[in-house]
């Protein structure tokens, strides 16, 4: 499989603020990384396909201008988070797609909005 | 509208006994099903997967059963072990998408000793 990396694990900030999360690929080129939100008792949703060189993919209902993605490189992929509400609060969680279906998931980062 | 469903919240069972775990989708496009197990506050681990052209696939105790035309799948474990208490989720994706994995609510498994 793939190894994936986050960065933070964990992130407490203030209402208004933003906050960028790092998704990295240890040992795999990753031209696609996925990036999910998990609010309590619910299931993963996808928000966002991060294509290397090219803009990401929002689904629909996720901001674009709200919740920024860069993916510069093969090995990292960013989500920033702008202008934080309480509402944001959530378990951001990253993964690379080895092979079609395939998908390895970093082990996320908790953000807490205050 | 859920295309996967994972309709029991939570399961306890008895060390050594089956586990079942049940997940029901909606869209006859997925032709992929995944079984991802999670503990608190840490990513997915991918366990095990069926393509639709199948309808078993086994991985030493865990077993991934896929029926097909009651749009129905279900994981099993046996025997049970304490370590796989976890949340265990099901994902479903179909080849027209980018690999795009679309996740059921959880179940949460409880193997008791």
């Known amino acids: 499989g793939a190894v994936v990396s986050q960065h933070p694990s964990w992130v407490i900030c203030k209402s208004g603020t933003s906050v960028k999360i790092e998704c990295r690929s240890l040992?795999?080129?990753?031209?696609?990384m996925f990036w999910y939100r998990q609010f309590p008792k619910q299931s993963l949703m996808l928000m966002a396909t991060s294509n290397e060189g090219s803009k990401a993919t929002y689904e629909q209902g996720v901001e674009k201008d709200k919740f920024l993605i860069n993916h510069a490189s093969l090995t990292l992929s960013t989500l920033t988070v702008t202008s934080a509400h309480p509402e944001d609060s959530s378990f951001y969680i990253c993964s690379v797609i080895l092979r079609t279906y395939e998908q390895f998931f970093g082990p996320g980062t908790r953000l807490t909005v205050l | 509208d859920q295309q996967v469903k994972q309709n029991s919240p939570s399961l306890s069972v008895q060390e050594g006994r089956i586990s079942i775990l049940n997940c029901d989708y909606t869209n006859s496009m997925f032709d992929y099903f995944l079984w991802y197990k999670k503990y608190p506050a840490e990513g997915p681990t991918f366990l095990i997967s069926i393509s639709s052209i199948k309808d078993k696939n086994e991985d030493g105790r865990f077993t991934v059963f896929l029926n097909k035309s009651a749009k129905h799948l279900s994981l099993h474990i046996v025997p049970s072990q304490p370590g796989d208490s976890a949340v265990y989720f099901c994902?479903?994706?179909?080849?027209?998408?980018?690999?795009?994995?679309?996740f059921g609510k959880g179940t949460k498994l409880s193997v008791k000793p």
């Open positions: 040992d795999f080129q990753a031209t696609t």
């Open positions: 994902a479903a994706s179909d080849r027209g998408s980018q690999g795009n994995l679309i």
